[in-house]
């Protein structure tokens, strides 16, 4: 009975905390001009959203490794994804600024995607590989630029908990960037909120940060298969890191 009046609660957190956070966001970014401090302003607010969700969500987090994120440039995250929640965490706990690779259908959740999408936070759309390839283009330039982004190389939730296989796209966009990467492994959410649930246990999630990796034996490789080779190195070692 708890667990179900909990996840009823979370949810209308969910919906007030958005629409309040939505409507503070588009009221005082009318009155910032400059485009990049009103990307940074939605996506400082994002992060508050995350917080909030991960606070009411009750979920404990055990997380190691913040320490081996590089103070100093951007990278480019790449967890695992077993949930949802996965975004409200990352949220939480990763410092600094950074943008998403997110799934498109994000987008289009009311209140939500509207902000997600001024945050500056993007999506690759596989089915539409003109589009794929321009927006492959707009995540390099951004990173040349000084962003960091959170990559989701599996591309989709697991369907089963376990960590599949690593999509090209993410090979590329590190590839051809040359920016560090920061592996990391996520465990339990599936538990916790699995693909289609609604619900949510309370259950215990551990987030293991790696090293950050520059896989330069990997930048002049850039035909197919060695892009698949990177993201099968990449994969065992977020495969490692879970444990």
């Known amino acids: 009975m708890f667990g179900l009046l909990h996840s009823v609660v979370f949810w209308i957190l969910a919906l007030v905390y ?20 009103k990307e940074a302003f939605y996506r400082a607010n994002a992060k508050l959203w995350g917080r909030l969700l991960m606070n009411a969500s009750l979920i404990k987090v055990n997380i190691d490794g913040l320490e081996n994120i590089p103070p100093d440039t ?10 949802y929640i996965d975004i409200f965490i990352l949220l939480k706990y990763l410092p600094g600024t950074y943008k998403f690779v997110i799934m498109r259908k994000l987008f289009k959740v009311p209140v939500i995607g ?12 596989r089915k539409d590989r003109k589009r794929s390839v321009k927006t492959i283009h707009a995540i390099i330039d951004d990173l040349a630029a ?18 599949g296989q690593f999509s090209r796209g993410a090979s590329i966009i590190i590839q051809r960037s040359r920016k560090p990467v920061v592996p990391i492994a ?9 693909k289609g649930a609604w619900r949510i246990k309370r259950t215990a999630v551990k987030v293991k940060i790696g090293r950050p990796i520059i896989f ?22 977020v495969v490692d890191l879970k444990g």
């Open 186 to 194: 996520i465990d339990g959410t599936f538990e916790a909120m699995p």
């Open 114 to 125: 509207s902000h997600i999408a001024r945050s500056g936070y993007i999506s690759l759309d």
């Open 216 to 237: 330069d034996e990997h930048f002049g490789d850039m035909d197919k298969d060695g892009s698949y080779k990177l993201g099968q190195r990449l994969r065992e070692i």
């Open 18 to 37: 958005s629409v309040i956070i939505g409507m503070y966001s588009n009221v005082a970014g009318l009155f910032i001009k400059d485009a990049g401090k």
């Open 74 to 83: 951007n990278v480019i995250y790449t967890p695992n994804h077993q949930s």
């Open 146 to 163: 000084g962003e960091s982004f959170v990559i989701f190389p599996e591309g989709k939730l697991t369907p089963d908990g376990e960590i």
